[in-house]
């Protein structure tokens, strides 16, 4: 299909008729906002993003701390009227007499070249306030004009999720106002939007809670187009920034239906989208640095009740910990208020990190609130079948099938697939298949065949080369250690030209800007391999033996195995990149008679 072809199907009934001028309605937002912040838009200047900040944790930390806190016991008090919960594990007494019901409202970002409705660049990473249109800024007059590439990404998004794709949607203006929605309104799809009816299916390694079983399905009621918000920065004690760069940057937002049961399957669900947006390349980046926003609905009912309690909104849930930190709070205190004999009010609350309880925000809006009316200005938008079956079937693989194949055919385990999966937005996992074929190209050049070959470079890639990136405090880049220099050092070890230990060196080397290639490396630091013999081996186990023999004891008599690898540990650090662990290992073994 041709790029003409494409362009004209994705939106090929939008009106020709002159759109609507503006003339007939004053925007309020403009001259409030200089009286409100005495900041006129064309000076404002952002001291800096409001974006969820990244957590420098290395990820695995993550994973361990998550697991950690999730065997403690949930511990819930009442205090002057403030509810508290602790977060962990769902073992508290009362949650047996009642269900915790789940809703999820997702807003990404798309990857996108422009906004929605303008021209303007969709990159934040500008001065301030320099990629802004006049219809971004709602000045009289200006009119909205639909980019259809923003499509593209909104597509390949709700195909990942399985949707139905509606041939005609249409845009609505949410009304509301705050500083960062000049226009008073938003637009987006509320009424009909461009995708509904989809499915994200959860796995036990997804990191579902347990008495979900194997696997769960969650329904999506819809994904629907709408506007981003500019960015506030509160100056203390009284002055804020806008930055419009963010303003009418594309939005989807998905709405799941309220089937969510359990505290990790909603952060695992969370997760599950992400992982397939990136996977589709529909997403800027990932929740940890901003381009993803959660709001979670939470009720509770009593234990076989067949009608949902009254929910509050949690708004704005900047990372995986808070969606589930926050559920966690809210559903003691909801259940705390219930079993008081109060009621739960509909309304909107706030979490903030490292908080143990939920803040009212104001009173639930609804439908009447917010006074959603068809946006006048935009005309409906019809999608071509021909143009959704091309995007169907020229879908990138989605992350169920990528860790199959990591797991079944490249042996990782799941823990390990999971985490090159869900690293770097996804560069991680691209360096790692870079490496890996580039090892495996190497078999036509060597009589020997590679074994393990992936597990291998998944060892190396995650753990060797990760840890390098979490003690330097810095964000993973390919271009640190080049694919071409790790496929060299790999080469060189499993060619049996160095040692682990040299290979680690070698590593080091590369990664603090060493930019000679491996082979004049190991030539100018003379690190080949200078094999020892047998005798050399049995003298310096022999050696370290001798001056040991508390530890002989302890290997020897308690079976001690850590003790073991400490004297393969002395023998490599001895031989100075010339053992080989796996000659060290026999060899110990042969002389303490371990079998």
């Not at 003409?4 to 020709?16: E, K, M, P, V």
């Not at 992982?275 to 390349?281: G, P, R, T």
């Not at 002989?552 to 540990?569: A, D, E, S, Y």
Request: charged share 25%; with cysteine.
């Amino acid at each position: 299909m041709s790029k003409a072809a494409l362009a004209d199907g994705l939106c090929h009934a939008l009106s020709t008729s002159r759109l609507r001028a503006a003339s007939s309605w004053r925007n309020p937002g403009i001259a409030s906002l200089n009286r409100q912040w005495n900041l006129p838009i064309h000076h404002a200047r952002a001291l800096q993003a409001d974006a969820p900040q990244a957590n420098d944790e290395p990820f695995r930390k993550q994973l361990k701390d998550e697991a950690r806190r999730k065997r403690q016991a949930v511990r819930s008090t009442v205090k002057d009227g403030t509810f508290r919960s602790s977060v962990g594990k769902e073992k508290d007494a009362r949650l047996a007499k009642w269900t915790l019901t789940v809703g999820l409202e997702i807003h990404a970002q798309l990857n996108t070249e422009q906004k929605l409705f303008s021209t303007a660049k969709s990159s934040e990473n500008g001065e301030p306030n320099t990629n802004v249109s006049v219809f971004d800024l709602a000045f009289p007059g200006s009119q909205p004009e639909l980019q259809k590439a923003t499509l593209i990404p909104a597509l390949r998004a709700a195909l990942g999720l399985s949707c139905k794709i509606n041939r005609e949607s249409r845009f609505d203006r949410k009304h509301y106002y705050y500083q960062d929605q000049p226009a008073g309104y938003q637009i987006t799809q509320y009424y009909k939007p461009f995708a509904i009816d989809g499915r994200v299916t959860l796995y036990d390694h997804d990191g579902i809670a347990i008495e979900d079983g194997h696997s769960v399905d969650i329904a999506i009621k819809q994904v629907q187009l709408e506007q981003d918000t500019a960015k506030t920065n509160l100056q203390p004690p009284s002055t804020a920034f806008l930055d419009f760069n963010r303003v009418g940057h594309p939005l989807i937002e998905i709405i799941t239906h309220p089937q969510i049961h359990h505290v990790q399957t909603a952060s695992a669900c969370v997760r599950k989208i992400q992982a397939i947006l990136q996977a589709v390349n529909a997403l800027t980046t990932g929740m940890e640095h901003g381009g993803l926003r959660a709001d979670v609905n939470v009720s509770v009912s009593p234990q076989g009740s067949e009608n949902l309690g009254q929910r509050t909104e949690i708004k704005n849930l900047s990372s995986f910990k808070a969606v589930e930190d926050a559920i966690v709070a809210e559903r003691a205190r909801q259940i705390a208020v219930l079993e008081a004999g109060g009621v739960i009010a509909g309304e909107t609350r706030g979490w903030t990190l490292s908080s143990t309880e939920t803040r009212k925000l104001r009173g639930k809006e609804g439908e009447v609130d917010y006074r959603y009316m068809p946006d006048p200005d935009i005309p409906p938008l019809f999608i071509s079948e021909d143009l959704v079956n091309h995007l169907g079937t020229s879908l990138p693989v989605l992350p169920d099938s990528t860790l199959a194949d990591l797991t079944t055919n490249s042996g990782l385990t799941y823990k390990d697939a999971k985490t090159l999966l869900s690293l770097d937005d996804g560069e991680r996992l691209d360096y790692f298949d870079e490496v890996r074929f580039s090892c495996t190209s190497k078999r036509v050049s060597s009589h020997e065949p590679w074994p393990a070959l992936d597990k291998m470079v998944g060892n190396w890639v995650l753990h060797e080369l990760g840890g390098h990136f979490n003690a330097a405090s810095t964000p993973f880049t390919p271009s640190r250690v080049p694919a071409e220099s790790m496929v060299d050092i790999l080469a060189s070890l499993h060619q049996n030209r160095i040692t682990g230990t040299t290979a680690k060196r070698l590593l080091a080397m590369v990664f603090d800007g060493d930019k000679r290639a491996i082979d004049i490396i190991i030539r100018d630091e003379k690190l080949n391999l200078d094999r020892l013999s047998r005798e050399e081996y049995i003298l310096m186990a022999r050696n370290l033996i001798l001056e040991n023999r508390d530890k002989v004891h302890q290997i020897q008599q308690k079976r001690q195995m850590g003790k073991f690898k400490w004297f393969v540990g002395e023998m490599m650090k001895q031989g100075k990149g010339n053992v080989e662990a796996s000659k060290a290992e026999a060899i110990l073994k042969e002389l303490l008679g371990l079998d």
